[in-house]
């Protein structure tokens, strides 16, 4: 890990029931800190076989991905978005292998809830959703995965499996003293109302999303 990284600690573990509203049901350790660099209250979700995979992490990675709270789509159902799905996907991928899912407080691409409807409302008009966060004063894209590192650092882990699409977090992590011994893609998940937002990801964001549309 980077020696620059300040130090985080688990403050709290304990195991919690999930179930999803397709019926899959597993169960979490999960965790939360002390000492995360922006004061906020992130949470690692150890699934599966996660504790065997940080013995066996020189040889075996822990599958993690880091996911971006949406509160639209993670517990509404909002289609505008694909994070409910990539949500839904991620904790029985991870289950499988073992492994962790970080859920860090990051909504609208890290400018906040009410700013992110106030995005939504310039969509709605025709920006798309990078150029609507910039009409806005804001970033394209404001997430910082320092927490993200202290988290696994805090977890033992220094090495993984990246469960991501956006090569930011890839190069986010790795400056950041993670070894990303891999990059998984996750599904696509595409909707009728979601495709604009997919191919802006993938043409903007560089994301790694195969779309019949995009060249």
């Known amino acids: 890990m980077d020696d620059t990284l300040p130090e985080a600690t688990v403050r709290t573990q304990v195991t919690v029931p999930l179930r999803f509203p397709d019926g899959y049901a597993t169960s979490a350790r999960v965790f939360s800190f002390e000492g995360l660099a922006d004061g906020r209250e992130h ?3 150890g699934l599966g076989d996660w504790a065997g995979t940080v013995e066996r992490q020189a040889a075996d990675a822990p599958l993690v991905r880091p996911h971006s709270e949406c509160l639209t789509g993670d517990v ?3 289609q505008r978005c694909d994070c409910g799905p990539q ?8 289950t499988e292998a073992g492994g962790f899912l970080l859920y860090l ?21 025709g920006l798309d959703t990078y150029a609507a966060n910039q ?10 995965y320092t927490v993200a590192a202290q988290m696994l650092a805090a977890l033992g882990v220094a090495r993984v499996a990246l469960l991501s699409n956006n090569p930011d ?11 990303v011994a891999d ?17 802006t990801k993938a043409t903007r964001g560089d994301h790694a999303l195969d779309l019949p549309f995009v060249p």
């Open 43 to 45: 949470l690692a979700l």
């Open 76 to 78: 509404f159902g909002s």
């Open 169 to 179: 977090k890839a190069a986010q992590l790795g400056r950041l003293g993670v070894t």
């Open 105 to 125: 407080r990051q909504e609208g691409r890290g400018i906040g809830l009410y700013a992110k409807i106030d995005a939504y409302a310039l969509q709605d008009s």
């Open 183 to 199: 990059r998984v893609p996750t599904g696509v998940h595409l909707s009728p109302a979601n495709a604009g937002y997919l191919a």
């Open 135 to 144: 009409a806005l004063g804001r970033g394209a894209d404001e997430r910082d």
């Open 87 to 94: 949500l839904r996907e991620a904790v029985e991928r991870i």
